[in-house]
């Protein structure tokens, strides 16, 4: 078998080698649909990048449909993950909202693959289903976030939806413009003042610079 009961992956016993595990076999998935979207996602294709037969990917997925949605799954449940590590504590919201928007930009601009995979993904939920439901998931839990920040900032219950999307559909506008725009960090900070002063409603004013004194 392809691994032991903890899940851990145990060596071939004809060439010592580990066993490829399913998250191998996914990872390989986000280098195809990063460079070539879903359809460019095939068997044949990732066991000869793999180097081994089509049969090793039958130990992980029942076939090609089982992958998607694996794939479709895992790329949904990490993005809560990201989600929970970014989660708004309360106590300083205006620093939490920079510090937001830094981590969402220069991830972007250093992290090309992952947005190419999130681009593709999106791409592949206007002709999929499931790749559809996962998007929608995933922007609303995005959205929702958002909302706790506004909240946390003294928004109106009223504007909180509004504004919420507002930062989420210009904080996806800027990756998008950023990405793969390495060590440029006057563009990172000037992007992340202009989506932080919408953000706060502060129009053509000034925004608050982080290391001024309080």
Known sequence: MASDSKGTPRA??????????RDDWLDAAA????????????????????????????????????????????????????????RPKGEHPEEELHQLLQLLLTDASRNVRRLQVELAVRDFARRNRHAAEIVEEVDQARVEQNKLLFRNLGSADSETEDLAMLMYVASVGSQVVLSGRKGNEDAVARIENLVARLALGQGGGSVRVKDEEE
């Open 12 to 21: 071939s016993e004809k060439t010592g080698k580990p066993q490829l595990t």
């Open 31 to 86: 280098g195809e649909v990063a460079s070539g979207g879903f359809g460019s996602l095939r068997v044949l294709t990732l066991a000869k990048k793999l180097g081994v037969t089509r049969g090793s990917f039958y130990w992980h997925f029942r076939d090609h449909e089982d992958l998607v949605d694996s794939f479709l799954d895992r790329w949904r449940d990490r993005r809560f993950v990201e989600l929970d590590y970014m």
